[in-house]
């Protein structure tokens, strides 16, 4: 079989497509070329893409050979599902494979708001020794707010309670009988409403859909607590930028988080690059080598359970 990888891979899931028979093209950059990504599709049994590649009809009317997708990474707002489900062809998400990487992402954005250690370093670089200014302060007893209660939002809660912060979730498709609810401690809240003023953190842990899009607006901010920092890991969009942007310059929070943006890569003379407490990274919360090494593997292996004529636990539809 061929499979056509359109996105950044390890080299251990390209090696295991590979050592199971199949032949692999590897194009790192063919998402951004989309005129050679159709004229290659129609040659290949299945495709692996990341967040860039746009699955949509044109693709897949080109791209008939293909029997499955697999994606790199737990995102699915790039893949047209309804037209995949429409042509039989199984989706195929790395389940958790990147969770504990982004978990431990929002945990570093957490103690770095409140212990900013390399700022702390560039000061004394600079022949500084600005004990008070530095002082910062303790996670313990801050309250955590959790928008969204799946696999990461558990996993974040686990660890920020060990911390003893106190963590709250919103939720409307989790019940008390949930684990994360259960067994994780996390006090639930109906609305957003209620979690925003209760919250030092808002954490982003939902997808990107209609509902979802700039959920955390203008509206919002003037809800929170003026000390209170945004941490978006999930998706682009969700948070408003430019209402984030005026609610951070006019001391409404104290500042953001925010490894996804609604557009990416961030553009030169971009508002969020004017604030220098909105923190950005480039969409790399659930990438390290320990992630992205498991992320490949699962990959490679659930795409060739279903090139075999298998099923696979991971497929989305």
């Known amino acids: 079989m061929k499979v056509l990888v359109t996105e950044l891979m390890w080299e251990d899931g390209i090696e295991e497509l590979k050592q199971t028979g199949h032949t692999v093209d590897y194009d790192m950059e063919l998402c951004r070329k989309r005129d050679d990504l159709l004229k290659l599709a129609p040659k290949y049994d299945a495709l692996i893409v990341r967040n860039e590649t746009r699955v949509d009809p044109e693709l897949l009317d ?7 997708i697999g994606r790199l990474g737990v995102g699915l707002d790039n893949i047209d599902l309804e037209a995949t489900k429409a042509r039989n062809i199984p989706v195929i998400a790395a389940k958790h494979a990147n969770a504990t990487s982004v978990v431990e992402y929002v945990m570093a954005a957490m103690l770095d708001a409140y212990r900013p250690l390399a700022d702390a370093d560039a000061d004394v670089r600079l022949g500084n020794w600005d004990r008070k200014f530095f002082t910062g302060y303790e996670l313990n007893q801050k309250t955590l707010g959790l928008v969204g209660l799946g696999e990461i939002a558990h996993r974040v809660a686990r660890r920020a309670s060990a911390f003893g912060i106190r963590v709250i979730g919103y939720d409307p498709f989790v019940t008390s009988y949930d684990h994360v609810l259960a067994e994780t401690g996390v006090y639930p809240v109906t609305t957003l409403d209620e979690l925003f003023p209760e919250s030092d953190f808002i954490s982003v842990h939902v997808p990107l859909t209609k509902a979802t899009k700039h959920m955390i607006n203008k509206e919002s901010f003037s809800r929170m607590k003026s000390h209170a920092y945004v941490i978006n890991t999930a998706r682009g969009g969700i948070v408003h930028e430019l209402d984030l942007v005026e609610a951070v310059q006019s001391e409404k929070i104290a500042g953001a988080y925010l490894d996804v943006l609604e557009n990416e890569p961030v553009q030169q003379g971009s508002p969020l690059l004017q604030v220098e407490s909105i923190r950005l990274s ?36």
Do not use: W
């Not at 080109?62 to 499955?68: E, F, G, H, R």
């Not at 090494?293 to 075999?308: G, Q, W, Y």
């Open 282 to 317: 480039p969409h790399i919360a659930g990438l390290t080598d320990e992630s992205q090494s498991r992320t490949a593997m699962l990959i490679a292996r659930e795409v060739t359970k279903v090139l075999n004529g298998g099923e696979s636990l991971c497929a989305v539809l």
């Open 62 to 68: 080109v791209a008939k050979n293909v029997k499955v």
